[in-house]
């Protein structure tokens, strides 16, 4: 098989982890046209400094031992198989990065033999890349689960960012769909990734020149829409990563049927790329706005509201809070508030040492007044002239599309801080969301 052949399996087979921000794209040449984009192996990730880098993103082999029932590199699944050798990886990672077309590795890899045979496999093709060729690029390395803590150690002092791939959201999950794995040989890689950074960390005070552990942190990835695990569920676990293992990222992929399987969705069934929308959503709340995932979801309403960004659904179930005076209210405060972000949090809490903010300031401030006017004061006042009624609330937190979705609108007035009934709303929009009125 000739690499180009290899390359095209590999990295076809390694495009179904997320933990990454793009993948690559496919476009022939046209006649007076320059280059050629193939749609294989070049993804976008961000650098522990925030730039954006484009990446090579392959496997060592999508030959695997174990028969994780969602993949399509399982060992029962009749599909093409390749590998890479050391030598083969570091090399093919090195001609692109001299030709300019990445400025690192994403690499991952199916199961041989064993994890630690792989690890093992993985480490000689990073050394290669570090200690032959000196390569100063980024890596991010998947770790496989199941491998000695040494390799693993190993591995991390090679690579910039790891990752532990969670995979499924609860332990019956992973038992029914990836029986060869269990959920402590996952969190216990990550707990060592976790305990290495550390000690990295204060080896790096002590010692200026001590080799760096993965500086750029571990990640994971979870599929979304494989099993019957409810968002609450989702997000609870999404926090608990997060607090306990120290993860720069927790990435959702909406599960793509690939495979038939009994226990699976229908291969006709579209990815839930919604629900992974507002799931990113909600990570955000709870790592920039101070939410926590029990205040967001519960178990008598565990799945976000289609219809509202779940912000805007915690605002409208929570009007008892509102309205916040701008001129008054906590930073934390203002961060609840719909149409206000961190940034333009930030900007109103310095701008009104100046003096008292009005509607005004406060558009030249970044907000957006369409959503935040319900819930706000300046001076003591709600906007002159606002009309609150269900209909305008909902025009102002949707977007069109979500909008269209909806019935058509009852025009009942509404007293927002008082005893109005937005509850039929997640109802309305788990029942469009069904009929899959929106996308
Ligand atoms: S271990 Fe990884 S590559 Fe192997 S079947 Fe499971 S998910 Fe796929």
């Not at 509201?305 to 405060?333: G, M, T």
Request: charged share 25%.
């Amino acid at each position: 098989m000739d690499m180009m052949e290899k390359l095209e399996i590999l990295t076809a087979s390694a495009k179904y982890d997320v933990a990454c921000t793009s993948s690559g794209s496919d476009r022939k040449n046209q006649a007076g046209g320059l280059g050629n984009a193939v749609s294989m192996g070049i993804c976008h990730s961000f650098a522990a400094d925030g730039r954006c880098i484009s990446l090579l993103k392959v496997l060592m082999t999508n030959g695997c031992i174990y028969d994780c029932a969602y993949c399509v590199n399982r060992k029962s699944n009749q599909t093409r198989r390749a590998a890479l050798s050391p030598e083969e990886l570091a090399d093919l990672t090195m001609q692109f990065y001299r030709r300019n077309y990445i400025e690192g590795l994403f690499l991952s890899s199916g199961i041989m033999r064993s994890p630690d045979y792989t690890t093992e496999q993985m480490i000689a093709a990073l050394e290669r890349l570090r200690n032959t060729y000196h390569f100063r690029g980024y890596i991010h390395v998947k770790a496989i689960p199941g491998a000695d803590d040494v390799l693993l150690s190993r591995l991390g002092l090679l690579a910039d960012r790891m990752s532990v791939n969670i995979e499924l959201p609860s332990r019956e999950s992973l038992g029914r769909l990836a029986p060869d794995k269990s959920k402590n040989s996952i969190l216990k890689p990550m707990s060592l990734i976790k305990e290495k950074i550390n000690e990295n960390r204060s080896d790096l005070v002590k010692y200026n020149h001590a080799p760096r552990f993965a500086p750029a942190g571990q990640s994971t990835q979870m599929i979304i829409g494989a099993t019957p695990d409810t968002d609450y569920r989702i997000l609870t676990l999404t926090e608990g990563l997060y607090r306990k293992y120290g993860l720069k990222r927790v990435f959702f992929s909406a599960y793509t049927p690939v495979v038939e399987h009994s226990l699976l969705p229908a291969l006709d069934t579209k990815p839930p790329l919604l629900r992974e929308h507002r799931l990113y959503q909600a990570d955000w709340l709870l790592r920039f706005y101070g939410f926590q995932a029990g205040e967001l979801l519960d178990e008598a309403a565990p799945n976000f509201n289609p219809l509202l960004d779940p912000k805007c659904s915690w605002a409208v179930n929570h009007r008892e809070q509102f309205p916040v005076e701008i001129n008054r209210a906590a930073y934390e405060q203002l961060l609840r508030v719909p149409g206000i972000g961190v940034r333009s949090a930030q900007r109103i809490v310095k701008a009104r040492r100046a003096g008292a903010l009005d509607f005004a300031a406060l558009k030249k401030l970044g907000v957006v007044l369409k959503r935040a006017q319900f819930f706000i004061t300046c001076k003591g006042k709600m906007l002159e002239g606002l009309k609150v009624s269900e209909h305008t609330l909902l025009r102002s937190l949707m977007s069109g599309q979500e909008l269209a979705a909806l019935e058509p609108p009852q025009y009942e007035q509404l007293t927002l801080f008082n005893d109005s009934d937005l509850a039929a709303l997640p109802a309305a929009g788990i029942a469009a969301h069904k009929r899959g009125d929106w996308p």
